[in-house]
Antibody, heavy 120, light 107 residues
Framework: HLQLQESGPGLVKPSETLSLTCTVS??????????WGWIRQPPGKGLEWIAS???????YYNPSLKSRVTISVDTSKNQFSLKLSSVTAADTAVYYC????????????WGQGTLVTVSS | EIVLTQSPGSLSLSPGERATLSCRAS???????LAWYQQKPGQAPRLLIY???SRATGIPDRFSGSGFGTDFTLTISRLEPEDFAVYYC????????FGGGTKVEIK
């Protein structure tokens, strides 16, 4: 049974870099069928896709966040990670990692999410 | 970027009633790239429908999806108490985008 688990600091100071890791268990991140993505949801608001990565390192970014985002993958640890730089209060959100079906980018498995608050 | 507009923003219905949710795209979306998700408070979204009309594993047949081009619909034939939630559509064109969501509330 596939599981995804987000981890990282729950509090980040303004102007600093938010760093999160998603650990995948019950399946291989090196599958050629899937991408792996990050999605966020500000409190009380809707969903926003951030970025996605293939096990080879091929990636896609949300154009509105691209200048501040880096997504990476570590196949040896079955993990992928997100870095978001120069954060502000507007980046406060629940951050989800998810598996995406290659080509269609449908998100079929999600982590439980982790709340990241940007505050001094 | 393709913008998805969901309507209505909220829907107040009773258990047993039919719910019809709309998702309209600013440009044509390939049906294979359109999905619907359900989200309950404090939980991650759950995939309901993919390819515009195919139910994901374990999704009851009271949920159905339809549509093509720029107009897509999620229908819940008879609302069960556990169906009261927020529903999002999502597409993939050159980028992944979500609609703003429709909240289905108990009347």
């Amino acid at each position: 049974h596939l599981q995804l688990q987000e981890s990282g600091p729950g509090l980040v100071k303004p102007s600093e870099t938010l760093s999160l890791t998603c650990t995948v268990s019950g399946g291989s991140i090196s599958s050629n069928t899937y991408y792996w993505g990050w999605i966020r949801q500000p409190p009380g608001k809707g969903l926003e896709w951030i970025a996605s990565i293939y096990y080879s390192g091929s990636n896609y970014y949300n154009p509105s966040l691209k200048s501040r985002v880096t997504i990476s993958v570590d196949t040896s640890k079955n993990q992928f990670s997100l870095k978001l730089s120069s954060v502000t209060a507007a980046d406060t959100a629940v951050y989800y990692c998810a598996r995406q079906i290659r080509i269609t980018m449908i998100l079929d498995y999600w982590g439980q999410g982790t709340l990241v608050t940007v505050s001094s | 970027e393709i913008v998805l507009t969901q309507s209505p923003g909220s829907l107040s219905l009773s258990p047993g009633e039919r719910a019809t949710l709309s998702c309209r795209a600013s440009q044509s979306v390939s049906s294979g790239y359109l999905a619907w998700y359900q989200q309950k408070p404090g939980q991650a979204p759950r995939l309901l429908i993919y390819g515009a009309s195919s139910r994901a594993t374990g999704i009851p047949d009271r949920f159905s999806g339809s549509g093509f081009g720029t107009d897509f619909t999620l229908t819940i034939s008879r609302l069960e108490p556990e169906d009261f939630a927020v529903y999002y559509c999502q597409q993939y064109g050159s980028s992944v985008t979500f609609g703003g969501g429709t909240k289905v509330e108990i009347k």
